[in-house]
């Protein structure tokens, strides 16, 4: 079973960046779909940065600001998270297809970040 690990995260004011890394283990997935996705308190988990087929699809409220990145030799993800927003604060967590077509893995830890003066 893979399990994906994700670091990076941490305290950051307004404007501040981050990178973002995600290490998987324990088994294999598809490449397909690989993501960045993040849960803020009392909201639903949203996907915020994917790779799919190859193409990167961003949410409207991060584009310009964040970028996905993947090294398949070395089965990671990543994102660099650029000009952060208080708005930004929540718990990150990387996430990919273990077959075509089928879910996504189990869901980590993921790495907190926080964007606070």
């Known amino acids: 079973q893979v399990q994906f690990v994700e670091s990076g995260g941490g305290l950051v004011q307004p404007g501040g960046s981050l990178r973002l890394s995600c290490a998987a283990s324990?088994?294999?997935?598809?490449?397909?779909?690989m993501g960045w996705y993040r849960q803020a308190p009392g909201k639903q988990r949203e996907l915020v940065a994917s790779?799919?087929?190859?193409?990167?699809t961003y949410v409207d409220s991060v584009k310009g600001r964040f970028t996905i990145s993947n090294d398949n030799a070395k089965r990671a993800l990543y994102l660099q998270m650029n000009s952060l927003k208080p708005e930004d604060t929540a718990v990150y967590y990387c996430?990919?297809?273990?077959?075509?077509?089928?879910?996504?893995?189990?869901w980590g830890q993921g790495t907190q970040v926080t964007v606070s003066p």
């Open positions: 996430n990919a297809q273990i077959a075509v077509g089928g879910p996504l893995g189990s």
């Open positions: 790779i799919t087929r190859g193409s990167t």
């Open positions: 324990g088994g294999m997935f598809n490449s397909y779909h």
